[in-house]
T-cell receptor, first 115, second 111 residues
Framework: DTEVTQTPKHLVMGMTNKKSLKCEQH?????MYWYKQKAKKPPELMFV???????INESVPSRFSPECPNSSLLNLHLHALQPEDSALYLC??????????????FGPGTRLTVT | DAKTTQPTSMDCAEGRAANLPCNHS???????VYWYRQIHSQGPQYIIH???NNETNEMASLIITEDRKSSTLILPHATLRDTAVYYC????????????FGTGTRLTVIP
């Protein structure tokens, strides 16, 4: 099983809402990632978790709050977002972080619209 | 991470080989060349990677020049399903070794 799943597929939320994105993998990978992709732009790294601990935060605003409850799950909690946060949010995993021979497997993404 | 330069877009006739170039003239000796593609509205998909030698797998071949300053991804028999944005990325062996995507090449396979 080389699949990374993400739910929901689409999400529309108001600026005062609180919502969460969920990502799951069962490949035994110990590194998990969140990326943000605006329309017609390449994906941009947001967060990296290694062994369930936050390893990298690429200066992401605090209205985005990641959580890794166990080695298979990665959440992204959203609160007080702005319309410019509308994007495709991608989750990825790899066997380990920091090893260049391990590729990342990406989920299909959650398309988020903030109204 | 070393920067990469790719053409913005390319067309390829269905059934023909698609050759996608990538320039990485500032690559250092310990940096791998990775290729991913992203079909419209899907997550990126790993294709292939290499360090010095040419590589081949079931999806594609990767040709790296001897000086490692450029590479070419070859899809031997392009199909309509290969229409996507193709990203060439270099990753080093040290540090966090994360993926930093450039703007990529939009490949359109024409019937």
């Amino acid at each position: 099983d080389t699949e990374v799943t993400q739910t929901p597929k689409h999400l529309v939320m108001g600026m005062t809402n609180k919502k969460s994105l969920k990502c799951e993998q069962h490949m035994g990978h110990r590194a998990m990632y969140w990326y943000k992709q605006k329309a017609k732009k390449p994906p941009e790294l947001m967060f990296v978790y290694s062994y369930e601990k936050l390893s990298i935060n690429e200066s992401v605003p605090s209205r985005f709050s990641p959580e890794c409850p166990n080695s298979s799950l990665l959440n992204l909690h959203l609160h007080a977002l702005q319309p410019e946060d509308s994007a495709l949010y991608l989750c990825a995993s790899s066997q380990l972080q920091g090893v260049p021979t391990y590729e990342q497997y990406f989920g299909p993404g959650t398309r988020l619209t903030v109204t | 991470d070393a920067k990469t330069t790719q053409p913005t877009s390319m067309d390829c006739a269905e059934g023909r080989a698609a050759n996608l170039p990538c320039n990485h003239s500032t690559i250092s000796g310990n940096e791998y060349v990775y290729w991913y593609r992203q079909i419209h509205s899907q997550g990126p998909q790993y294709i292939i990677h290499g360090l010095k030698n040419n590589e081949t797998n079931e999806m594609a071949s990767l040709i790296i020049t001897e000086d490692r300053k450029s590479s070419t991804l070859i899809l031997p028999h392009a199909t309509l399903r290969d229409t996507a944005v193709y990203y060439c990325i270099v990753r080093d062996q040290t540090g966090a070794n994360n993926l930093f995507f450039g703007t990529g090449t939009r490949l359109t396979v024409i019937p």
